[in-house]
Nanobody, 126 residues
Framework: QVQLVESGGGLVQAGGSLRLSCAAS????????MAWFRQAPGKEREFVAG???????FTADSVKGRFTISRDNAKNTVYLQMNSLTPGDTAVYYC????????????????????WGQGAQVTVSS
């Protein structure tokens, strides 16, 4: 069982930066792919970035070059550094943990992730 708690959301002006954190409980954190998804009002939840248990990353084209995912296994925490934010990035951001330990790829489908945080609101004003 993995429990996830996000923090770091808030209101920021366009062009600004925020860093989201996701603290995980459970001894299997280091063996799982971790990912960030986001959901804007009236839209489907979409993949933002993922990081494998070995440290490899995959980032959605929409945020590539602006967002960076990282993890600290000693702290059971995954981060999402968001730079050059635009109003289009406004959404609730969710941290997720893969249902399967040691998966060899970073999936983008929500169905691959069994554990979800409560969400962190990010609002970017123009």
């Amino acid at each position: 069982q993995v429990q996830l708690v996000e923090s770091g959301g808030g209101l920021v002006q366009a062009g600004g930066s925020l860093r989201l954190s996701c603290a995980a409980s459970g001894r299997t954190f280091s063996s799982r792919v971790m990912a960030w998804f986001r959901q804007a009002p009236g839209k489907e939840r979409e993949f933002v970035a993922g990081i494998g248990w070995s440290g490899g990353t995959f980032t959605a084209d929409s945020v590539k070059g602006r967002f960076t995912i990282s993890r600290d296994n000693a702290k059971n925490t995954v981060y999402l550094q968001m730079n050059s934010l635009t109003p289009g990035d406004t959404a609730v951001y969710y941290c997720a943990a893969d249902a399967t330990a040691y998966r060899t790829y970073i999936g983008v489908a929500t169905s691959l992730y069994d554990y979800w945080g409560q969400g962190a609101q990010v609002t970017v004003s123009s």
